[in-house]
């Protein structure tokens, strides 16, 4: 995401410098008003399929193996997802983002994960399951 900007902004500009130069032969060699609507609608349409497809591609979750001491202590794979982000440093809002569910959900599985490892905040849930096996 550093770099999206400089992305913007050069595809901006790069399309300024094409619209201007369209504007240039339109004045100069006098196009069709067919042709120009045509250039623009062309380059506004691949702009427009470009910022959909970056906006809505699929955004993997963090891969999950299933694991003996994971199916012991009956964790669901949710919640070791949940569990691996909570050890990453990912707030509960980070987690539902990344994870595409809400917020009251991320806080479920985690007070679920606590019970399940018999601690009382994150920071123990980290401690217990790299104890026991689960985060490297």
């Known amino acids: 995401m550093k770099y999206a900007n400089w992305i913007y902004g050069a595809a901006l500009a790069v399309l300024a410098l094409l619209l201007k130069t369209v504007e240039y032969r339109y004045t100069v060699r006098d196009l069709s008003t067919e042709g120009l609507t045509f250039i623009i609608a062309a380059v506004f349409a691949s702009l427009g399929l470009w910022a959909g497809w970056q906006l809505n591609r699929k955004r ?77």
């Open 60 to 136: 993997t979750p963090p891969k999950t193996e299933p694991d003996d001491q994971r199916q012991q202590l009956g964790i669901s794979k949710r919640e070791y997802e949940i569990l691996l982000l909570v050890a990453q440093g990912a707030t509960n809002q980070e987690i539902a983002d990344q994870l595409f569910i809400s917020l009251n959900t991320v806080k479920t599985h985690l007070s679920n994960l606590y019970q399940k490892l018999d601690v009382s905040r994150r920071t123990q849930a980290i401690e217990k399951g790299k104890q026991v096996g689960l985060l490297g």
